[in-house]
């Protein structure tokens, strides 16, 4: 079992580009979430899928960023028009169902210049 | 609200000696689940231990061990014969239920660094 993969690791874009994070979850693990970590703090939430399904998105800002899981293939965490804020470390982790805890991948860590 | 605490920004121990880690939370709901996460400086997430809010007795995971006390709203977390691969930050966290959804809400974490 590979555990959560993330990709890519590492990921520059300029001002105004468009960002794609990947995540394929776990084998078994059917519940999809996205977390975003700045220098020095913990993890944020910003949304928690399904297969198809975005189950609670309260965490993501409202504009620029979007999700999805689809029924073939890895999660997508999608930025358009990035920002320098929008840099920080991304991370996706995956769970079999409530209360398991969850399996963390290793992260992008996404640097706008 | 429903938050995670914790208190010491910071903290540092010999090797082999025991240092406990304190977490505090905050919820209205009656069964849950409480986790400790490590982060070492590769940056990956580590789940440590997990306790579950209906069992009384406090998990254990080899070194680590948790004091759980439900009453209190408190989780610490013990390393015992801490090694120089403990060095990292440490997360608690508490899974928050609402309406339908999930998600682990952490702390804002604690660097510990273990000395040779």
């Known amino acids: 079992n590979a555990g959560v993969m993330q990709n890519p690791r590492h990921l520059v874009r300029r001002r105004g580009q468009e960002a794609r994070l990947r995540c394929s979850p776990m084998?078994?693990?059917?519940?999809v979430y996205w977390y975003r970590q700045l220098p020095e703090e913990g993890l944020k939430f910003m949304v928690y899928?399904?297969?198809?399904?975005?189950?609670?998105e309260s965490g993501m800002p409202k504009e620029r960023f979007s999700a999805e899981f689809p029924k073939e293939g890895p999660s997508i965490l999608r930025i358009q028009q990035v920002v320098r804020g929008d840099s920080a470390a991304y991370f996706c982790a995956s769970s079999p169902g409530v209360g398991y805890g969850y399996t963390f991948g290793s992260g992008t860590r996404l640097t706008v210049v | 609200a429903q938050t995670v605490t914790q208190s010491q920004p910071e903290m540092s121990v010999q090797e082999a000696e025991t240092v406990t880690l304190s977490c505090t939370y905050d919820?209205?709901?009656?069964?849950?689940?409480l986790f400790w996460y490590k982060q070492p400086p590769s940056r990956q997430m580590i789940l440590v231990i997990r306790q579950e809010a209906y069992k009384q007795q406090n998990a254990t995971e080899n070194r680590f061990s948790v004091n759980f006390q439900k009453a209190a709203k408190s989780f610490s977390l013990k390393i015992s014969d801490s090694q120089l691969g403990d060095t990292a930050m440490y997360f608690c966290a508490f899974i928050k239920t609402q309406g339908g959804s999930e998600k682990l809400v952490f702390g804002k974490g604690m660097k510990l660094t273990v000395n040779p």
């Open positions: 084998k078994g693990h059917s519940h």
């Open positions: 899928l399904q297969k198809e399904n975005i189950i609670d």
């Open positions: 919820t209205s709901e009656n069964n849950y689940y």
